[in-house]
């Protein structure tokens, strides 16, 4: 299965377990056996479980919010026009790198284009922090 049919699966298997409301909850419990400390034990790890998941989510949107805050800020700064527009994509975009794998790589192109002169902004992106192979500046490439 690739990757589209894995996060297809993904989606559909979120959907109707957050249709389904209480009731995973309900049937694990049950699974657990009838000892009452066996429950207890089973709740009390999909709660922690829950707490964790909803703290690493509210940690991913006040670091996306912060983000695009200073995004703006900084794009603001040197006048860079629609700089509301970029914060608002940088916020979104901030979550890629924990996509992992998933996420596209950039291509082997992009280092070239930072040679020109009229394309200096694409040299703040990451992929492009050395120069091209063909220009005569000292690459700052490790290795």
Wanted: charged fraction near 15%.
């Amino acid at each position: 299965m690739g990757a589209l049919g894995q996060a297809i699966m993904v989606l559909f298997l979120t959907f109707f377990l957050l249709v389904g409301g209480d009731t995973f909850k309900r049937k694990l419990v049950r699974l657990t056996g009838p000892s009452l400390s066996n429950k207890k034990i089973t709740v009390q790890i999909l709660d922690d479980i829950n707490d964790s998941i909803q703290k690493y989510m509210f940690m991913m949107l006040a670091t996306n919010v912060l983000v695009g805050l200073l995004v703006w800020f900084a794009f603001a700064w040197i006048g860079l026009e629609n700089a509301g527009a970029w914060a608002v994509a940088a916020g979104f975009l901030h979550v890629i790198p924990y996509l992992g794998p998933a996420s596209p790589r950039p291509p082997r192109e992009w280092p070239r284009s930072c040679s020109s002169t009229r394309s200096r902004w694409r040299c703040w992106l990451p992929a492009c922090r050395w120069r091209s192979p063909r220009s005569s500046a000292p690459s700052s490439r490790p290795g």
